[in-house]
């Protein structure tokens, strides 16, 4: 079983210069300092997006996963592709416990639909975020 620590990150307001057509902004390890484009951000790097779908805290919170192909971007607070819920605005496919700067718990306990238990699975991972730290099944 892979397991990665969580750590948060913030944006700098500056961006990094254009790879592959895509301008990414820098963000900030929030412990130690470190400054990356938001393209090279390490597996379990957390952060509130500037924009995409908010929690009840109003945030938008990312977890950079492994995939077979590089990374993806989960948007925790996102819908599901298999959501058994799809017009229901007001349940959550991933149930988000804690906000920007604290431990992030990811689960099905709260108001959410019957799709999965609470895992991410994204081409070359499957996994949960449980207290902070992003295991494999």
């Known amino acids: 079983m892979t397991e990665y620590r969580c750590t948060w990150w913030e944006y700098t307001g500056r961006y990094a210069d254009i790879a592959d057509g895509i301008r990414s902004p820098i963000l900030r390890n ?8 938001s393209r090279d951000l390490p597996i379990a790097a957390i952060f509130a997006a500037k924009s995409g779908p908010c929690g009840p805290d109003g945030k938008s919170v990312v ?30 496919c991933w149930v988000r416990h804690g906000t920007v700067g604290e431990t992030i718990h990811v689960d099905k306990n709260g108001n959410t639909c019957a799709a999965g238990a609470g895992s991410i699975a994204v081409p070359g991972f499957h996994g949960f975020l449980h207290h902070g730290v992003l295991r494999d099944c």
């Open 63 to 92: 977890c950079v996963v492994p995939r077979s192909s590089g990374k993806w971007h989960w948007y925790i607070d996102s819908r599901c592709s298999n959501c058994t819920k799809p017009d229901d605005k007001e349940h959550r």
């Open 30 to 37: 929030s412990t130690t300092g470190e400054e990356l484009a």
